[in-house]
């Protein structure tokens, strides 16, 4: 398998990991609604789902960012990608990026709103769970490995 789709199934783990992290954040009020051992269970699975999918995530994000180097070292042509600032600090530079930069925007004010009003239940989970997807996939796909996927897309429909 060449780099760009090691890269990209790399890059493709990372998001699925990274959103089953987040996804964490909503399931924890879930064991204050059982008694006992079944609460005690619940407890050690969300915790396990929290860390091995934020492990498995930066895992994924790491390997990712050694096939990216392997493309660069590859194709020349890329060397403006690595140039670019990290994706945490880029807002609107493709598609993807945009909703999930307005989807940012929206959750971390729905998150203060929900704060400020003194809301403690399980909603505020699932709109921090939302702002933790949403701040985690803004810096993925406005960053240089998405730039860097994309670009090797394009080069390979463009040889076929």
């Keep these: 398998m ?3 789709r090691k890269l990209r199934d790399s890059f493709q783990k990372c998001v699925i990991s990274f959103t089953l992290f987040a996804l964490s954040f909503a399931f924890m009020p879930l064991p204050y609604c059982f008694e006992g051992a079944a609460q005690r269970a619940s407890f050690i699975i969300n915790g396990l789902l929290f ?7 930066c895992f994924f ?5 050694g096939y990216a180097k392997a493309v660069y070292r590859a194709d020349p042509d ?10 945490i600090i880029r807002f609107f530079t493709n ?8 989807l940012l925007l929206a959750s971390a004010a729905g ?7 003194g809301n403690s239940g399980a909603e505020v989970f ?14 993925l796909f406005n960053g240089r490995i998405y730039n860097l996927t994309k670009k090797g897309t394009y080069k ?4 076929k």
């Excluded at 860390?51 to 995530?57: D, E, K």
């Design 2 to 4: 060449n780099p760009v």
């Design 95 to 102: 598609r993807t990026a945009a909703f999930f930069d307005v």
């Design 61 to 65: 994000l790491m390997r990712a960012s």
């Design 51 to 57: 860390w091995a999918t934020l492990i498995a995530g």
């Design 126 to 139: 699932a709109v921090i769970s939302i702002a933790v997807f949403s701040l985690i996939m803004h810096s």
């Design 78 to 87: 890329t060397a403006y990608i690595r140039s670019l600032p990290p994706g």
């Design 156 to 159: 390979e429909r463009k040889t």
């Design 111 to 117: 998150t203060a709103v929900l704060l400020l009003k």
